[in-house]
């Protein structure tokens, strides 16, 4: 009997559920809490996250039956991939099915911001009408600026094409070419946050992107420009952002994710009115979860009965 514990978030959970083999025994609901997590995690040999759900290496050196970790989506930061390696524990997740719907998620938050609707919809609760509302910014016409240009980035690229617009993508690791694809121009990262109107942030976390986007990088944005995140909120210096908008150093923010999640209802980002937040739902579409959910269960279903699964799957196999 295969045991396997299921995160709650990775929903609609039946879908999931009707696609693992009979003889699991599944559990669903865990609490994303490591000492919580330690407290359970020896009695399952399989375990199904989000993000939501860290797996550090206290958790992992804990769960002496665990032989596969499924991580729902792209992002594999969450789990202790040295851990799970010297533990001989495979990991798995599902990289690139969520691209579409993060980058569209990237394009609303740059709108919600150009046209500054949160002050439009307090202006209704007020009572309030339009001669009150401060003018929006046309995206049309504007410079948008990619860092990051893989699975997202690319497609995000390719979704503001769609609005006549100059993009400017920066990635070390990707090659002229690909940028010429998409009609995009390949720049430094400073060049990038010096002549975009629009900053949108979309690589992998990374010892390397950790605190990429900091209190000399925000300087370097025009003061009328927009930043949006919809990486890893590490990626970012909170408090060199909290600092920026107070200074009026950039004029939005569109953010999905965030240093420290969830993110406290008094948080100091809460309180801008050109802040607008959203609580890591970039991959939450209909149709990016069920894409996401099949090729998790097709995943571990086949890593468990010895089948070959495709290597940009399985960053750790535990042999």
């Known amino acids: 009997m295969t045991r396997v514990l299921i995160d709650q978030d990775i929903t609609p ?6 696609s693992l083999p009979d003889e699991w025994e599944p559990t669903v609901g865990v ?10 995690v020896a009695d399952y040999e399989v375990l199904l996250v989000t993000s939501r759900v860290p797996l550090s290496r206290r958790v992992i050196d804990a769960a002496d039956n665990l032989e596969l970790i499924g991580k729902l989506g792209t992002g594999i930061d969450s789990v202790d991939l040295d851990a799970a390696r010297d533990n001989g524990v ?7 099915h969520n691209a579409l719907s993060v980058a569209e998620h990237a394009m609303t938050l ?4 150009a046209r500054r609707l949160p ?6 609760a007020e009572g309030k009408w339009r001669d009150e509302y401060p003018l929006g910014t046309q995206i049309s016409g504007s410079t948008i600026g990619v860092v990051g240009f893989g699975n997202v980035g690319k497609r995000a690229s390719k979704l503001f094409s769609g609005f006549d617009v100059d ?23 400073e060049e990038v946050l010096e002549l975009s109107d629009v900053v949108i942030l979309t690589p992998e976390l990374t010892e390397e992107t950790r605190g990429l986007i900091g209190a000399d990088e925000l300087a370097r944005m025009q003061s009328s420009a927009i930043l949006v995140n919809v990486s890893r909120g590490p990626v970012v210096e909170q408090d060199a952002l909290v600092d920026a908008l107070e200074a009026d150093g950039i004029a939005a923010a ?13 948080a100091p980002l809460r309180a801008f009115e050109n802040v607008v937040t959203t609580p890591h739902i970039a991959a939450m579409t209909t149709t990016c979860r069920r894409g996401n959910i099949d090729q998790l269960a097709e995943n571990v279903t086949r890593l468990t009965s010895g089948e070959a699964v495709l290597d940009r799957y399985v960053p750790v196999r535990g042999d």
Request: proline content about 6%; aromatic content about 2%.
């Open 31 to 40: 609490d994303g809490d490591e000492d919580a997590l330690l407290d359970v």
């Open 167 to 189: 993009v400017l993508v920066t990635d070390p690791y990707v090659p002229s070419i690909d940028a010429e694809l998409t009609d995009a121009e390949r720049r430094s990262l």
């Open 90 to 96: 495979t990991v798995t997740h599902t990289p690139g």
């Open 254 to 266: 569109g953010l999905d994710v965030f240093a420290d999640e969830p993110l406290d209802s008094d």
């Open 110 to 113: 740059t709108l919600a911001c």
């Open 119 to 124: 002050t439009a919809e307090s202006l209704l």
């Open 13 to 18: 959970t039946d879908r999931l559920l009707d």
